[in-house]
């Protein structure tokens, strides 16, 4: 299955965003995605997850603030983005753990200014 990312752009500090992931085929609530981060010169962190309709997990950097959901009719994963800060910026990439392999999206940018 491909994934691809949309929704990223360019916001004031404080504002919102939504990001969505697009698969290719079908998706199942067992299986686990979500997305990641990987701000300029930093490495990759797992920004939150979703596995079933409603087992999620955030790094502690954004819960409050962010929320991940999913539409299994839609086959698309969602990230709602609230009260961004500017070190929210980075490349923001969706994955999908399908079978033994993990598929990630080609990358949404998300810049935050001050």
């Known amino acids: 299955v491909q994934l691809q990312a949309s929704g990223g752009g360019l916001v004031q500090a404080g504002g919102s965003l939504r990001l969505s992931c697009v698969a290719s085929?079908?998706?199942?609530?067992?299986?686990?995605m979500g997305w990641y981060r990987q701000p300029p010169g930093k490495q990759r962190e797992l920004v939150a997850s979703i596995i079933g309709r409603s087992a999620t997990e955030y790094a502690d950097s954004v819960k409050g603030r962010f929320t991940i959901s999913r539409d299994n009719a839609k086959n698309t994963v969602y990230l709602q983005m609230t009260t961004l800060k500017p070190e929210d910026t980075a490349v923001y990439l969706c994955f999908i753990n399908w079978g033994p392999s993990t598929n990630w999206g080609q990358g949404t940018q998300v810049t935050v200014s001050s």
């Open positions: 085929g079908p998706i199942f609530s067992n299986n686990h």
